[in-house]
């Protein structure tokens, strides 16, 4: 993990190493812009409302489960997120939110796949770095907390269903 902040933006990158799914296969997972939801399962629901899928330009629609604490119901966070590039051959992304009620404001993240550094074909390295200004009500640790956990179902989530793929082909 690494961060930097500053008054002005906070700064930081997530990562993992999956040891049994291909980077052709994430990628596959992960340019499946509307479908988030299929990873992470705190989303309540992720669809498209701009575009078409996967493609540059298009927007989609997160929403997270409302959540029950002490009897008292809390409105759930929500957020559009343009794909604003796409590099298949490099295997990275890059969206940024442009509407939310989650405190994010100026967010851009970038995704990125790439091939372990031991040369296993079988793995892969996942990226997910990110630039926002500060959230109010949270410290860039916790946010950092949130994308490693985050990161770490999404895609334990992915291999699942990469394997799942592998085997009935």
Not at 141 to 148: A, G, I, N, S, T
């Amino acid at each position: 993990m690494e961060k930097a902040s500053s008054p002005e933006k906070w700064q930081a990158k997530v990562s993992t190493t999956l040891t049994k799914a291909r980077p052709d296969q994430i990628w596959l997972l992960f340019t499946d812009f509307f479908n988030l939801h299929k990873w992470l399962p705190t989303l309540g629901t992720c669809h498209g409302v701009h575009g078409n899928n996967g493609e540059p330009g298009c927007i989609r629609f997160c929403s997270s489960s409302s959540i029950r604490s002490n009897s008292v119901e809390s409105a759930a966070g929500w957020s559009k997120e343009k794909l604003v590039a796409v590099d298949p051959v490099e295997r990275v992304m890059r969206y940024e939110i442009v509407e939310s009620n989650i405190g994010f404001e100026s967010y851009v993240s970038t995704v990125k796949i790439s091939p372990r550094e031991d040369g296993d074909v079988d793995g892969c390295v996942i990226e997910w770095s990110f630039t926002v200004d500060p959230v109010r009500g949270l410290s860039l640790d916790d946010l950092v907390m949130k994308y490693e956990k985050a990161l770490e179902v999404i895609t334990k989530n992915m291999e699942e269903e990469a394997l799942t793929r592998r085997e009935s082909s």
